[in-house]
């Protein structure tokens, strides 16, 4: 079982940065791959970037170069690091977790989900 709780959503224009987190609550010694996704009003879920227990990344293009995803060594708290945003960039934010073997971005692979943070970049 892992509890995500997302933070540090907010409103910023475009050209500027954000830092979201997500608090993980689990075993001490479970090992997961930990991911963020997003979705915008009327648009489907997409997976962002995901980060594996041994430290693997995987980034969709829309945001290789401009968001860095990093974690503790526990996997306790989860970072997306977010720079040059974009309008399109506006979405609701949810940190996921994968129990499972390997580390995607597919949201079907995800086995427990935070609520969500809401991020605005304005133009």
């Known amino acids: 079982q892992v509890d995500l709780v997302e933070s540090g959503g907010g409103s910023v224009q475009a050209g500027g940065s954000l830092r979201l987190s997500c608090a993980a609550t689990?075993?001490?010694?479970?090992?997961?791959?930990l991911a963020w996704f997003r979705q915008a009003s009327g648009k489907l879920r997409e997976g962002v970037a995901s980060i594996d227990h041994d430290g693997t990344t995987t980034y969709a293009d829309s945001v290789k170069g401009r968001f860095t995803i990093s974690q503790d060594n526990a996997q306790t708290t989860l970072w997306l690091q977010m720079n040059n945003l974009k309008p399109e960039d506006t979405a609701t934010y949810y940190c996921?977790?994968?129990?499972?073997?390997?580390?995607?971005?597919?949201?079907?692979?995800?086995?427990?989900w935070g609520k969500g943070t809401l991020v605005t970049i304005s133009s």
């Open positions: 689990k075993s001490t010694y479970s090992r997961y791959c």
């Open positions: 996921a977790a994968d129990a499972g073997w390997g580390c995607s971005l597919s949201g079907s692979d995800m086995d427990y």
